[in-house]
């Protein structure tokens, strides 16, 4: 499916879905609980769905309606070997890796498109080391391989060099077990946000979690537990409304945003203001207006799925070069994010170089239209029809349906504060 952006002003107040990765880690959590959790306001798309059918097949069992979602532990272990399909989403790998390791029996998991490449070694290794054995069927990736536990609570070291998913499951597993453990961090992080976001939920509902940024102490459950959490808006979702309004000179207000619960790709406010946009908070209110007025010089390592976007944005900039950097793990996303963008910003007009792992970008006098129908990666598909409102006539766009992976409603809410969009199949 093809959209046809045309260039305009983005204008308007809104409340984008729920955070997919807090939508995850509820999940999860609520699968290691011994009482029903209710999800209120969870995002509903392709990757949260693929995590819901990943507790159920563990046991758990998952009731859906429009704005709550609630999860009933399973009673009783498995009594058979199951196999778990993750599609194509990293995050439900990865957090149901931790929680198949509490099970005795067996579980094979499997994946499509990229996601066997994606690096696992660092959380097989330490799950490993607490007693699950893995058996990998392929040598050159990571998928399929099979599972079985139950790991045992101890003392684990783990890497998050190439992503920090694999420190947030183990941190969720080992919290599911009775006696205390230690989680230390080794080398160096990326997108440390995400690891605050797993503590943050599992602190809320009931876990003891002492420790950050390197070590982490985990004692089980030190209270009752509550029986509802309600997911804080998607400040991933909110990016592309934000950028939106940036580089098309217009205003756009985003609402739901808690400041209590950190989300990574909130960083992009801080490189807005820095080229040139107002942002205003308001309770749990932001609001940016541009116009854009310079380039940035952005370390994407915490907020590395920002990369497209901030390249959009910087081909719209003017008053020189912007430089992205901190992201060569970009690659083993859901396409090889780096290239894609590059492809993309080059077909806006920008020239674009990359050296010693940075990324510098020269926008072009006048942003030109693009024909891109072959977009499979969804975020590079929503950075794109941002980056239309700024050129200079109408662009085309697809696979339009690759946004379902994450922000299923991202067209009807563009829509909303743009007088702009057209599809056609």
Not at 45 to 56: E, K, L, Q
Not at 97 to 110: I, N
């Amino acid at each position: 499916m093809i959209r046809i952006v045309r260039p305009a002003r983005a204008r308007g107040t809104i409340r984008p879905p729920g955070s997919k990765s807090y939508t995850h880690r509820a999940l999860v959590i609520a699968a290691i609980g011994r009482t029903v959790l209710r999800i209120r306001n969870p995002l509903d798309s392709d990757d949260t769905r693929t995590t819901a059918h990943g507790i159920r097949r563990l046991g758990a069992s998952v009731t859906r309606t429009a704005d709550t979602w609630t999860v009933r532990p399973a009673a009783r272990p498995l009594d058979r070997r199951t196999t778990i399909r993750c599609g194509e989403s990293g995050t439900s790998l990865r957090l149901l890796t931790g929680l198949a390791s509490l099970q005795e029996r067996p579980v094979r998991f499997v994946g499509e498109g990229r996601l066997p490449l994606r690096p696992m070694e660092s959380l097989f290794r330490a799950l490993e080391g607490l007693g699950a054995r893995i058996r990998r069927e392929r040598p050159d990736r990571s998928l399929p391989f099979t599972i079985r536990g139950p790991i045992q609570s101890g003392i684990a070291r783990i890497s998050a060099e190439d992503s920090s998913q694999p420190v947030s499951s183990l941190l969720i597993a080992l919290s599911a077990l009775d006696r205390p453990s230690t989680v230390t961090i080794v080398g160096s992080v990326v997108s440390a946000p995400y690891i605050g976001a797993t503590t943050a939920f599992l602190k809320e509902l009931g876990y003891g979690v002492i420790g950050s940024e390197r070590c982490y102490r985990l004692r089980g459950r030190v209270r009752a537990a509550p029986r509802s959490i309600d997911i804080p808006t998607d400040a991933s979702s909110a990016a592309y409304l934000w950028a939106a309004a940036a580089i098309s000179g217009g205003s756009v207000a985003v609402e739901g945003l808690e400041a209590r619960y950190p989300q990574a790709d909130l960083e992009l406010l801080r490189a807005l203001r820095r080229m040139g946009a107002s942002v205003a908070r308001r309770d749990s209110t932001i609001r940016v207006s541009g116009p854009l007025r310079r380039g940035v010089r952005a370390d994407l390592t915490d907020s590395p799925d920002l990369f497209p976007l901030l390249g959009v944005l910087a081909t719209a900039a003017p008053g020189g070069p912007s430089t992205l950097e901190g992201t060569p793990h970009l690659r083993h996303k859901e396409s090889d994010r780096r290239k894609e963008t590059i492809d993309l910003v080059r077909a806006f007009g920008a020239r674009a170089r990359s050296a010693n792992g940075q990324l510098v970008i020269s926008p072009p006098g006048e942003m030109s239209p693009i024909s891109r129908q072959d977009a499979t990666d969804h975020r590079l598909v929503m950075s794109a029809a941002v980056g239309a409102l700024a050129a200079a006539a109408p662009s085309r766009i697809g696979d339009a349906r690759a946004v379902a992976k994450s922000y299923p409603r991202f067209w009807s809410d563009l829509a909303r504060v743009l007088p702009l969009t057209r599809g056609s199949s």
